[in-house]
């Protein structure tokens, strides 16, 4: 079993910052994909960015460049900084851990105000 909590989301204007973290109860260089999936209301749960245990970091079209993932693997935590936020990067956003079994986090809102 993993357990995942995040933190750090919360509202911003567009065009501002917020940067999530997602801490995992077990060693991550144990985990091997982590990541991040948003769900906006009424919308499905998408992928929005995942990195390997290897570093290797993949991105959903709508938020490269803007966004960056990043692991620590000596905190257990996987990092998602978000810059150049939109009205349309508002949701709920869960932290998942891949262990040939996925675990996911309980959600942080992240809402960018227009």
């Known amino acids: 079993q993993v357990q995942l909590v995040e933190s750090g989301g919360g509202l911003v204007q567009a065009g501002g910052s917020l940067r999530l973290s997602c801490a995992a109860s077990?060693?991550?260089?144990?985990?091997?994909?982590m990541g991040w999936y948003r769900q906006a209301p009424g919308k499905q749960r998408d992928l929005v960015a995942f990195i390997t245990r290897g570093g290797m970091a993949n991105y959903a079209n709508s938020v490269r460049g803007r966004f960056t993932i990043s692991r620590d693997n000596a905190k257990n935590t996987v990092y998602l900084q978000m810059n150049g936020l939109k009205s349309d990067d508002t949701a709920i956003y869960f932290c998942?851990?891949?262990?040939?079994?996925?675990?996911w986090g309980q959600g942080t809102q992240v809402t960018v105000s227009s």
């Open positions: 998942y851990a891949d262990t040939n079994t996925k675990f």
């Open positions: 077990a060693r991550t260089w144990s985990i091997n994909n």
